[in-house]
C-alpha cells in the first residue's frame, strides 16, 4: 500500500503502527553559486584555462575550462571561419572528403566540470565527458563525510577516472580524489569536435566582453 511520505500506514489485521519518514538524509545545500566554486575547483585539479558560464551539453549542466590554442586560432581569423556550432555540419568534418579540409580545433579543453549537492547528480553530468578527457565534480563537504559516498561514489569515481572537489560550508574548496590517469579515452570523435566549436564560441564571447579568467 502507497504511503504518502511523513505519514502512518497501518497494516491490515494488525493494530501495529509503523511510522515512515519522508527525509532519508539531510537537505545538502551548496555553499556558494555554482560558477564561483568552478573557478576555485579548477586549478586544484591542475587546469589551465578559462571557467566559461554554465553550458548544457547533451542534458547536462556543466562547466568546460579551456584556452585558446594560438596558431589554430590565428589561421581561423585569417581564414574568416567562425566557431561552428551547428552539429550536422561539425560532423561532416569527420568524413574523408572533408577531414583534411577540416579545421583543427581552435581551443584546448582542459576539463569538464560538474557542480552538484549529490554524487549521483554529478557523476550522471560528469561521466559522458569523461570518455574523452578529465571530468571532475563539486560537491558539499557533508556528502563526501557519508558512508554513501564512500562504499557507492568512491569506487566508481576511480573506475571513471573523475576527480572529486569539496566545498566546505565556508566555501572553501578541497581536492578529495584527483583525475585518474588510466581511463579508457577515446580520442576526438564528431561529438567531441563539436564540443571544442561550442567551447570556441563561449570563450571568444568571454574574451570580447572582457571576462576572461
Known sequence: MAVTPGHTATTSGSNDV???SGRVGPTLELPANPAALAKRAAPLLGWQ???LPQLTLFGRRVFVVARLRPEAHAERIATGLRPMTDRATVATWAWPEFSRTAPPPAVHIAGVLAVARHWRTGMA????????GEAAMVLPSAATLSHDYVDNCLPRARMYGLGVVAADENAKVDLDVTCGDDRINLGSDEVWRWVHEVAYERLLACEAAGSLT
Open 18 to 20: 509503523r511510522s515512515i
Open 49 to 51: 584555462g578559462t571557467v
Open 125 to 132: 553530468a560528469t561521466v559522458p565527458f569523461a570518455r574523452y
